[in-house]
């Protein structure tokens, strides 16, 4: 099956208490394309950048089978561009820059071959644009996948909504999905946002895990507790990247199989949180993942 | 097998968003008593009450399997009471009330018949108090449980670091994990806090579930996601009373059953905090935990 993602293709400087990364190659868009790639190669990536964005990171997405038709360079622009600097707790970190520059005028367009992707990942961008891209689909999809944030429940709560009711998969923060909801019970939370759209609730808890909500049914994700979390930069975009990667190779939506996927999604937001960057997310191994998920599995599972 | 059971049993004014309960029959020894009862009628209960702690109440837990002749009844004294008040998100809470009563000379002792006790949970007291327990034993248990809390690290170091050196497995929340270590990372605080003496940690971490380390090897358990949580009170203490309780009942400490074990005090956890005090742990039948234990198994469990 073929998998469309969309959302940001960044820079970023990054400081955490084990170090400093400046110009760093980040994005949601290529966090969640990176991690997807280790299940498909029938990847099309929508996103915008600069001139100043590197040919060869270009060029390594491709071989890892990301079709880049469908990114915009604009010569006269520079690429998004954040900053950001994490507590000694990891959980917290201060934004220091958040220069938009080329996707201050983001316009998607979606090349005419990428249009009948089955499956497609909607990165955290302003509801508008997500829902011109929505809006070039040829209404073939089998999912669609949406993230989102704080940000625009504050400010384009509206358009939000709008966009919300035409996908069937939401991944947001438990504090997200209680601004969302109004609801303080993550179970209560989950039932009102089925209702705005969604059949499938994904509420990320960071170092927590993850849950999974669909009719009625709940699965529990642990994240890997870790010595040492490096750099949690992209760790929520890996997760959502390896969850639908799987989907779009498996092509098997029902619960039991979001289950793997969001296993897998955890196992590789796992590796991203390693290193720097996406430089853990580069070159991983079937192997890696294998060992990892048999980890998880003796992490999770009791014989009754 | 045999369980000894210390720590308190109480009166407990309780205020939630749901309501409240006045003089509710609480106490760490009590919701743990009663969780294990449903694993095993061989529980013998250490601790003290005044004169006004209702004979049904004794008379309930006698029914349960209970041996209540550690239980001293103080004529001229008064129950230890606690009033607390829960906020709105039940994560938090005000202690309105802590009057130690009875409980401010505790001095326990063992009756000669208690003193072989195969399992041991040494409900949270002073270090003091528990040190005089473990001093009582003959020394052929199998496994000895701590469970402590933050005030006795920011008041009696020095002793608690003297008990937590005697027994083998701790339960303590994220919180206190940190603190106890000095360590943020949960995987390196537990790693210090192994060679203080425990070979198991258990860590709790209320809706986020608990976090078994032993030997390199971790087990995460969720908690179960609830639309409502009616009364936390007892929550903790009832998950560590299903713990050692099926851990009595089966005489199997290999890391294999302790992941059943705490998926058990789970189970029972889910259940104690749906109403008040101890009521919902009154009268559940087999059904209601194996019901309970096949979602848990649901929510956790994915196919490789």
Redesign the interface.
């Known amino acids: 099956m073929s998998l469309l993602t969309i959302g940001t293709v960044a820079f970023d400087d990054i400081e955490t208490p084990y170090g400093k990364a400046e110009k760093a190659i980040g994005g949601a868009c290529t966090y969640a394309s990176y991690a997807a790639s280790y299940f498909t190669d029938n990847i099309r990536l929508c996103s915008i950048v600069g001139a100043d964005f590197p040919t060869e990171e270009i060029k390594a997405l491709e071989n890892r089978g990301v079709d880049m038709e469908g990114l915009q360079i604009k010569q006269d622009g520079l690429t998004f561009f954040w900053a950001g600097k994490y507590h ?3 959980n917290q970190r201060d934004t220091l820059a958040t220069d938009l520059n080329v996707l201050d005028d983001f316009d998607p367009v979606l090349p005419a071959s990428f249009k009948d992707s089955k499956y497609v990942m909607l990165g955290n961008l302003t509801p508008e644009v997500q829902m011109q891209v929505i809006k070039q689909l040829d209404g073939s999809q089998k999912l669609v996948v949406l993230d989102t944030m704080n940000f625009w429940m504050d400010i384009a709560m509206d358009s939000l909504l709008e966009v919300i009711a035409k996908v069937d998969v939401i991944t947001i923060n438990d504090e997200e999905a209680r601004q969302l909801s109004g609801e ?5 939370a989950a ?1 009102k946002i089925h209702k705005m759209g969604p059949k499938y609730v994904i509420i990320k ?1 960071g170092e ?2 993850a ?1 999974l909500f669909s009719e009625g ?4 994700a ?1 994240a890997l ?5 490096f750099d949690p930069t992209g760790a929520g975009d890996t997760f959502a990247g390896g969850f639908i990667g799987y989907l779009t190779h498996t092509d098997d939506i029902s619960f ?1 199989n979001m ?2 996927a ?2 897998y999604g955890s196992c590789l937001a796992s590796f991203c949180v390693e290193e720097f960057s996406i430089e853990k997310l580069r070159n991983l191994t079937n192997d890696d993942i294998t060992e990892r ?2 980890l998880f ?8």
């Open positions: 000694q707790n990891m303080y019970s993550l179970v209560t039932e808890k927590h895990g849950l049914k709940i699965f529990a642990p507790p870790l010595a040492q979390v039991e289950k793997k969001i296993m998920m048999n599995k003796e992490m999770t599972h009791f014989d009754l």
